[in-house]
């Protein structure tokens, strides 16, 4: 495919850009605030990333962010890390996510829906809102206070919702696991931040089954002796343990939620990286940073609003679960899934879609390519006239995945691939309502985030791969990493490449025409012969063949100077690698990629492992490949199946 004239896949109509929330962004900003009224989306963003300050300043006031203090200035330090965001300013997030209420009591803000595929179950605006203030209203009775930290190990189910919103109202720090993870994960995570209270299921169910998960809640209370109360959610439907308190208890009482005024840069969450190579990153950002860079996604890219429904199938492991609740900003009816994602069938996701009317839809690009294999036909299982938009993240949409949403979905499907991270838990480029999408492409760099393709130099690269930068500060990058007093941790996560300009690890092509293509990430990136290769490229080319479930492709410099770089494929059920499935995936790679892209040897293995939030493990494979043992190259629990590893460690060993 060339990158350079290619035909759009879809392009939103005059009326669709007309409504577009974007759209009358701009018109009112070039009125009030000196943006651009001509040039479009392009134009909107130069001047986002120029005029840093009166974008962000604009935003507060397009969607009425309440500051209950005055801030003295949008910026008070530029420098990255350690930029200042509205300093003087107090407000509560919470606070603006149940806004909604005062317009939509006897709306549903949240709908849930589990493995069951019964009837939805709505949460209305004024119930969620009266549960807050109950539960805000006990969390301040036990003592927890403005910086405390509250945990849940939870699914994805409204009680989370509702224990998130009310640590916030009083102040404290929420963190989150999904039950699925065990004991060590857990612990991994929580014991680093001390938490005062954890909110627990019983168990969970999830691919038809019943997990009880009593004694891992045992062993969590055990181990964490910060701990001053403990909440039980009887999902299962168990008696409640000893000591521990009653969810419906805390929530009974009618009471209106008091909310705390914290400083703008008061820390809100705790979110973790995958810690495959050692104890997972504590990343930590603030109330004000979030609020205001999740209206301007979700409003101004996702182009959600009170009208809409939103669904994004997530665990409460994975940021796209916060990101998910931040829909209430903008008075959207959120959408929460509990359950597998192929579960009764593949089709699961978009049984969801069809039973909630949802508007926005999103899921992994994994999730749609394996649909593709299965042969899954949404629009003729299911209505799915409501859905403006399908969203993907977790890995690059490959190309067959953009036409299969085409084709399968709706050929006026706007389809929006977007990337980001778990660091700013938000997107640096995608979704863009007013904008053609290209097959393969994200649409555009978000406002505000000044994002770049650098060579190792420091220069810029148009239609050519570079690492992914980000030259100015956003709102939601963390304000720190915990338990790092001295910030050498975090400086050295994004800013030793680049002095003051944050390096998020990604490979990426900025074309002329100002879209992204993401290529994998640079860490664990290919290079063969002085030329830099995206694995998620030769992922994209080998899982179109049938007989392949998923491959790993992985680049090891050996001591002699040489390269090798064998690429490891999980077949399908029944298929076998033999002779003519080994020349059908060089021809493919040869033909799709280039000869240069060919690995050294096809090895076949019996599954691709994955952090806890699905995401396949190049970095810990390549050192146990590279002879590091087990324990040093892979922190146990940050991986779904260890016993996977085991195989890629025999191999080293043999070929030692």
Known sequence: MSIMNP????????????????????????????????????????????????????????????????????????????????????????EHALRATATRADEPALLYVDETHEQPRPVTWSELRRQVGSLAAELRGLGVRP??????????????????????????????????????????????IEPVLLFTVDGYRYGGKEHDRRDIVAELRRELPTLRAVVHIPLLGTAAPEGALEWSALTAADEEPVF?????????????????????????????????????????????????????YTSTGWMMWNFLVSGLLTGTTIVLYDGSPGYPDTGAQWRVAEQTGATLYGTSAAYVMACRKADVRPARDFDLSQVRCVATTGSPLP????????????????????????????CFAGAVPTLPVYIGELQAPGLGTDLRSWDPSGEPLIDEVGEL????????????????????????????????????????????????????????????????????????????????????????????????????????????????LLTRIKQTIREQLSPRHIPDEIIEVPGVPHTLTGKRIEVPVKRLLQGTPLEKAVNPGSIDNLDLLHFYEELARKRA
Request: charged share 20%; net charge negative.
């Open 7 to 94: 035909q759009p896949l879809w392009q939103p109509d005059p009326e669709r850009i007309a409504q577009a929330q974007v759209t009358k962004f701009q018109a009112w900003a070039a009125e009030n605030h000196g943006a651009p009224s001509q040039g479009g989306y392009a134009a909107l963003h130069r001047w986002s990333v120029d005029e840093l300050d009166t974008f962000w300043k604009a935003v507060t006031e397009w969607f009425d962010v309440r500051f209950s203090t005055p801030y003295t200035r949008v910026l008070g330090d530029r420098s990255m890390p350690g930029a200042q965001w509205f300093p003087g300013a107090t407000l509560n997030y919470a």
């Open 147 to 192: 910086g405390d930290r509250v945990s849940g190990y939870l699914p994805n189910i409204p009680q989370a919702v509702v224990a998130l919103l009310a640590t916030a109202a009083v102040g404290g720090v929420w963190t989150s696991c999904a039950p699925d993870f065990g004991a060590r994960s857990v612990l991994d995570r929580f014991q680093q």
């Open 260 to 312: 705390e005024q914290v400083p703008f840069d008061h820390p809100l969450w705790v979110l973790y990286s995958s810690g495959t190579t050692g104890l997972p990153k504590a990343i930590v950002q603030s109330q004000g940073g979030i609020l205001v860079e999740h209206l301007k996604q979700l409003g101004l890219h996702c182009d959600l609003g009170p009208e809409d429904r939103f669904f994004w």
């Open 399 to 426: 190309p067959d995945g953009f036409r299969w949403l085409h084709d399968e979905v709706r050929d006026d499907l706007w389809i929006a691939s977007v990337s980001g991270g778990t660091d700013v838990c938000s």
């Open 469 to 580: 930068v980000v030259t100015n500060p956003m709102p939601s990058m963390p304000i720190y990493f915990w338990n790092d007093p001295d910030g050498n941790r975090y400086h050295d996560s994004y800013f030793d490449t680049y002095p003051g300009v944050w390096r998020h690890g990604d490979w990426i092509t900025v074309t002329s025409r100002r879209s992204v293509v993401i290529h994998g990430r640079s860490d664990s990136t290919l290079n063969r012969q002085g030329v830099r290769m995206g694995s998620a490229d030769i992922y994209e080319a080998v899982e179109r063949l049938p007989e392949i479930k998923e491959s790993l492709v992985i680049g090891i410099e050996q001591p002699d100077g040489g390269y090798w770089m064998p690429l490891f494929v999980h077949l399908v059920p029944g298929a076998v690698l033999d002779e003519e």
